[in-house]
């Protein structure tokens, strides 16, 4: 049973920041790609940003590039996603995801575990 476990949400001021954490138990982490998706109240689900099983290889949607990085750290089974400049519009429930494929994965069908959700809300 792989479980992913997220923290690091909270209420930040609009140009703030955050570093979200998604710790991974029950499956080789260095085997799963990961990603962050985010999901706003009566919206889709939202493809963030994936990274590979190495770190090698990263990509980011649209809407936060250049303002988020996403990382691993093999070792100590996690995953993290830092915000920077944070917007309104950025307000959301940011769910962690896990793949057991090799290369980046961008669309939430191609996760096979899910984390339970952390909140994040930007005031302006």
């Known amino acids: 049973q792989v479980e992913l476990v997220e923290s690091g949400g909270g209420l930040v001021q609009a140009g703030g920041s955050l570093r979200l954490s998604c710790v991974v138990s029950?499956?080789?982490?260095?085997?799963?790609?990961m990603g962050w998706f985010r999901q706003s109240p009566g919206k889709e689900r939202d493809f963030v940003a994936t990274?590979?099983?190495?770190?090698?290889?990263?990509y980011y949607a649209g809407s936060v590039q250049g303002r988020v990085t996403i990382s691993r750290d093999n070792a100590k089974n996690t995953a993290y996603l830092q915000m920077n400049s944070l917007k309104p519009e950025d307000t959301a429930v940011y769910y962690c995801?896990?793949?057991?494929?090799?290369?980046?994965?961008?669309?939430?069908?191609?996760?096979?575990?899910w984390g339970q959700g952390t909140q994040v809300t930007v005031s302006s």
């Open positions: 995801a896990a793949a057991r494929r090799y290369g980046l994965a961008y669309n939430s069908a191609q996760y096979d575990y």
């Open positions: 029950g499956r080789t982490f260095r085997s799963l790609v």
């Open positions: 990274i590979s099983g190495t770190g090698g290889s990263t």
